[in-house]
């Protein structure tokens, strides 16, 4: 397993092709959860998705060393208490925040377009605090404001405020978890797994705590309150699947791919954070597929803004003005080519030109 993660961290292109592999597994797993929010209300369709993405998580972060005797040896180990702790926190709120803003805008592109305000902070502090810094980068993020205005549209009126304001509290805590990985891939490298696991732990169990007791609490009072209380028939095998699905694909594909980016080092944290400028795209397009909800024309406008302000971000952060490292080496090479097949022309025709 080692080797084998040791050869992807030399494959040209493995950051882009597993972070696109995230974008995917953390949208999907939202839109899956989509399907059932309705039926078992967004707050308990979080817990149950977390609850399903954790348990293999744990499994495989060192043959589940988190279950064995020595666990917290192993944590003070690690000595990264107050950075486990803080991405647990952003994981406690992210996926809730996420469905109930869902329920009340229901176009998953917006929901996304605004939570990428999140991960933009964070490329735009790392751009301008970064060594070298990238400030050329930022002239690319104005292009991304109409897009998020075409994605979100308030001039129609429809906006739903409270929906507005949960998808930037899940952007803040986007924001956080992605600033706490870099730090914790920085600091532990390949043991980055276990950090993460713990930390998914934590958060899933302090979600589950406070969702009985709010849920429980409503229900001895008699209240039902649309997106924390469920239906009467919640507990169902579709609600079931789908959020095993939904966790399955948030909790552990998507966390596995950012153990390899973060705890290898195969992408910077601000180019990962710009190229969630993706996730509008990826979003809509699930949007379509799974919830059936057709993107309207100001919707694929916004989206391709808001993906080419990223692209051109990831541009100045990777290449930085400069040719692609890969393209020199080749140029280099055929050069050298290029003078020792002349060389040999000579030797064999007038002599050796190089004497």
Not at 101 to 113: K, M, P, Y
Not at 234 to 254: E, I, M, Q, Y
Request: a positive charge; proline letters at 4%.
């Amino acid at each position: 397993m080692a080797s084998f993660i040791g050869r992807l961290g030399r494959m040209p292109g493995a950051g882009l092709v597993i972070t696109l592999i995230v974008f995917y597994a953390l949208i999907g797993g939202d839109a899956v959860n989509g399907l059932v929010i309705n039926d078992a209300s967004p707050l308990v369709a979080a817990v149950m998705a977390a609850i399903f993405g954790t348990i293999p998580l744990i499994l495989m972060a060192r043959r589940a060393a988190l279950l064995r005797r020595g666990r917290r040896r192993l944590l003070r180990e690690l000595d990264a208490e107050k950075l486990i702790n803080r991405m647990a926190f952003s994981n406690t709120f992210v996926i809730p925040l996420t469905l109930l803003s869902l329920q009340r805008l229901e176009a998953l592109g917006t929901v996304i377009a605004l939570m990428w305000t999140g991960p933009l902070a964070v490329a735009v502090w790392k751009m301008a605090t970064g060594t070298p810094r990238r400030l050329s980068g930022l002239l690319w993020l104005p292009l991304a404001t109409p897009g998020m205005l075409l994605l979100t549209r308030p001039w129609e009126g429809h906006a739903d405020l409270w929906g507005i304001l949960l998808a930037l509290g899940a952007a803040a805590c986007y924001g956080n978890f992605l600033l706490t990985y870099d730090r914790l891939g920085e600091m532990l490298g390949d043991r980055v797994d276990v950090a993460i696991a713990e930390s998914m732990l934590r958060s899933t169990a302090a979600l589950t705590a406070l969702s009985t007791i709010v849920i429980t609490a409503f229900a001895a009072l008699g209240r039902t309150v649309p997106g924390i209380t469920p239906g009467p028939d919640w507990l169902t095998w579709r609600v079931v699947g789908f959020t095993l699905l939904s966790g399955l694909l948030t909790g552990f594909v998507a966390q596995v791919g950012q153990n390899l980016i973060f705890g290898q080092r195969l992408m910077k944290a601000a180019t990962f954070s710009v190229l969630t400028a993706l996730e509008p795209t990826v979003a809509l397009t699930l949007d379509w597929v799974v919830l059936g909800h057709s993107p309207t024309r100001l919707d694929v406008i916004g989206a391709i803004l808001v993906t080419t302000a990223g692209a051109g971000c990831f541009y100045q952060l990777e290449v930085g003005g400069n040719l692609p490292a890969r393209l020199v080496t080749w140029l280099r090479c055929r050069a050298a080519a290029v003078t020792a097949a002349a060389r040999r022309r000579g030797r064999g025709g007038k002599g050796d030109l190089s004497a």
